[in-house]
């Protein structure tokens, strides 16, 4: 009788192995579905650029608003169980990995390693393309201009500090065009090699990334000195180099300089992001869910009711405006320039008879792209 009670366990173990084994062979059997289907999907990628070859340029085998239209689809076909973000970070992988059979894209961003830039371009772009670190937003633009690099990737607006107002300026006297708009929701950690806060001597860190921390910072590190350096890569590498130093940067920098987090998520908001621009040297065809990014001028802003006059077609025609920037226009004092948001296709109609409206109004204007909207 006492032996009854095992027999009964293996019993019932065995139909569970057997399940289980059954369940291991079916995802056997997916994999290899899916690395099928993979290679058959980088074989066609290969054609579609041996294709596009024969009429156009590197930069052209890559079409955002294709891509953007693909991912979307990914998106509202998705009924789970793996979220949205997921499988849409999943395709976005398998796209660049098939683009890069031909040749990898050169992304160019603002440096150097480890910054929130390179992960906005390893977000939009995949892996598989080659990302330039540069020393400076100038240097981005520059890159992308004299073709050395197919895109760039530059910061343009924080939710809680607002306006990057260099990479603003820069649009002022280059041809460049906006492809592409990447959202990053931003936690910044403070890293060092330290073992305690107490030992902390002074933090460095980008200036937009010290001001996002500004609350936290009064509260828990009042008395330590505060240096701002042009990114957040060379905080954490001062951090590594420097006794007493500690950097306020992003969880890839510390694995990347071998840094200890010391205290996680201090920036002041729960909601804290950077939107980041796509540079590129062409504009694009509408992909069904687009913004669009003007450069205009009125001849006498102080005049009264100018700006409205200005903007009053947009009104007309129903095209919404979510946000607008005044920067100096560096050819007169105290003469400006408006940097405005609005949604939709520049060749969509309202919008086109919009602008048409617009521009006889103005003293300048440029369209600086018509891109998709960030997909997530």
């Given at each position: 009788?006492?032996?009854?009670?095992?027999?009964?366990?293996?019993?019932?173990?065995?139909?569970?192995?057997?399940?289980?084994?059954?369940?291991?062979?079916?995802?056997?059997?997916?994999?290899?579905?899916?690395?099928?289907?993979?290679?058959?999907?980088?074989?066609?990628?290969?054609?579609?650029?041996?294709?596009?070859?024969?009429?156009?340029?590197?930069?052209?085998?890559?079409?955002?608003?294709?891509?953007?239209?693909?991912?979307?689809?990914?998106?509202?076909?998705?009924?789970?169980?793996l979220r949205d973000e997921e499988v849409v970070r999943l395709f976005r992988e398998i796209m660049s990995a098939c683009l890069a059979q031909q040749e990898p894209l050169k992304v160019a961003y603002l440096g150097p390693e480890a910054t929130f830039s390179q992960t906005a371009v390893?977000?939009?772009?995949?892996?598989?393309?080659?990302?330039?670190?540069?020393?400076?937003?100038?240097?981005?633009?520059?890159?992308?201009?004299?073709?050395?690099?197919?895109?760039?990737?530059?910061?343009?607006?924080?939710?809680?500090?607002?306006?990057?107002?260099?990479?603003?300026?820069?649009?002022?006297?280059?041809?460049?065009?906006?492809?592409?708009?990447?959202?990053?929701?931003?936690?910044?950690?403070?890293?060092?090699?330290?073992?305690?806060?107490?030992?902390?001597?002074?933090?460095?860190?980008?200036?937009?990334?010290?001001?996002?921390?500004?609350?936290?910072?009064?509260?828990?590190?009042?008395?330590?000195?505060?240096?701002?350096?042009?990114?957040?890569?060379?905080?954490?590498?001062?951090?590594?180099?420097?006794?007493?130093?500690?950097?306020?940067?992003?969880?890839?920098?510390?694995?990347?300089?071998?840094?200890?987090?010391?205290?996680?998520?201090?920036?002041?908001?729960?909601?804290?992001?950077?939107?980041?621009?796509?540079?590129?040297?062409?504009?694009?065809?509408?992909?069904?869910?687009?913004?669009?990014?003007?450069?205009?001028?009125?001849?006498?802003?102080?005049?009264?009711?100018?700006?409205?006059?200005?903007?009053?077609?947009?009104?007309?025609?129903?095209?919404?405006?979510?946000?607008?920037?005044?920067?100096?226009?560096?050819?007169?004092?105290?003469?400006?320039?408006?940097?405005?948001?609005?949604?939709?296709?520049?060749?969509?109609?309202?919008?086109?008879?919009?602008?048409?409206?617009?521009?006889?109004?103005?003293?300048?204007?440029?369209?600086?792209?018509?891109?998709?909207?960030?997909?997530?």
């Open positions: 009788m006492a032996r009854k009670p095992p027999v009964r366990r293996r019993l019932r173990a065995a139909p569970a192995a057997a399940t289980l084994a059954a369940m291991r062979a079916r995802i056997d059997g997916v994999d290899q579905q899916i690395q099928r289907l993979l290679n058959e999907r980088a074989l066609l990628a290969q054609r579609v650029g041996l294709t596009k070859s024969r009429d156009g340029t590197r930069g052209e085998f890559y079409r955002p608003e294709r891509e953007a239209q693909v991912l979307r689809a990914v998106r509202e076909r998705n009924r789970g169980p390893l977000t939009h772009f995949g892996h598989s393309v080659r990302a330039l670190p540069l020393g400076s937003i100038d240097e981005v633009f520059h890159e992308v201009e004299s073709g050395a690099a197919d895109f760039g990737v530059v910061p343009i607006e924080n939710s809680t500090e607002g306006t990057v107002n260099h990479t603003l300026d820069r649009f002022l006297s280059s041809p460049l065009k906006i492809c592409g708009e990447v959202e990053l929701r931003i936690h910044h950690h403070l890293m060092g090699n330290m073992s305690a806060l107490g030992r902390i001597a002074r933090i460095c860190s980008h200036p937009q990334s010290l001001a996002q921390c500004r609350l936290w910072l009064q509260e828990h590190l009042p008395q330590v000195e505060l240096i701002a350096v042009a990114s957040n890569g060379e905080a954490a590498r001062r951090a590594r180099d420097e006794r007493g130093t500690a950097a306020i940067a992003g969880q890839t920098a510390a694995e990347v300089y071998g840094l200890k987090v010391l205290s996680s998520q201090i920036e002041d908001r729960a909601d804290n992001s950077t939107r980041f621009l796509v540079l590129g040297r062409k504009l694009l065809a509408p992909s069904g869910e687009d913004r669009s990014t003007l450069l205009v001028s009125v001849g006498h802003t102080d005049a009264p009711g100018a700006l409205y006059r200005l903007l009053e077609p947009l009104a007309r025609h129903r095209v919404s405006m979510t946000r607008i920037e005044s920067r100096p226009s560096h050819r007169r004092k105290w003469d400006y320039v408006f940097f405005i948001d609005i949604d939709g296709h520049a060749e969509e109609p309202h919008v086109a008879r919009a602008l048409a409206s617009l521009k006889r109004r103005a003293s300048l204007f440029r369209l600086l792209g018509s891109y998709p909207r960030a997909v997530l």
